[in-house]
């Protein structure tokens, strides 16, 4: 948050965030609800982000406490941001298709997709902030490690949870599905109403990679939304 102040948009998403009092911890239950009395029953909870600013020690840390604002209305208020401060400069549908780097800097060829042209730029830097997705693999930057371990199915949901997913305190709930054998996240969206309240929620389905889920069954496998699916690496 200090680092957006700089930048000048802090207000505007403490304007639109998580309140303080709906963001203080987050827990993990049995569930969210069924037939047998056990569903929903809370399993464990934790102090998280600050007590949602009322720890004394996060407050001494920094001038500006903890906040949560979802992406999809982040990225707007840091896209007018950043018009507001270079007019005319960001440009969307571009795509970067190779790089050339010597002593003298980079020439980085760009593909316009609307007006249907390429174009080269040179600068004395080139920032490879893509998730690793182009600038890597063209600088040859290959990756180690285990690969992917998880996978998990993200869903945008507008409903009302209230019913079940009653702390009003806990911004990220850990659910443990017996049905599906799989951990389920859910986190409130907003945008008027928090908490229990929120119109809106974001649920990862998370399962091993490659796994076809507890069953065969269509019911109770783990079904990505191609839109929303994502891979997690580690």
Sequence with gaps: MEVLEDAGVAEAIAQRSTPATQMAATAYYA?????????GHPLARLECWGAGGADEHWSAASSWRQLNLPQIRLEPLLKARAE????ARIRFGHELVGLEQDSEGVRATIRDHAAGR???VGCQYLLGADGGRRVAG????EYEGLGVLTETATLHVSTDF???????DVLIRWIFSPQAGVMVVMVPMGPD?????????????NYPAEDPGPSQTPRSKPTPVRHWACRIRR
């Design 31 to 39: 569930g969210l609800t069924g037939p047998d009395p056990d569903y």
């Design 84 to 87: 507001e401060l270079s007019s």
């Design 118 to 120: 390429t174009y080269v």
């Design 138 to 141: 063209l600088v040859g930057v």
């Design 162 to 168: 209230s019913p079940w997913a009653k702390d009003p």
């Design 193 to 205: 109403r928090w908490g229990p309240e929120s119109e809106e929620w974001v649920i990862h389905l």
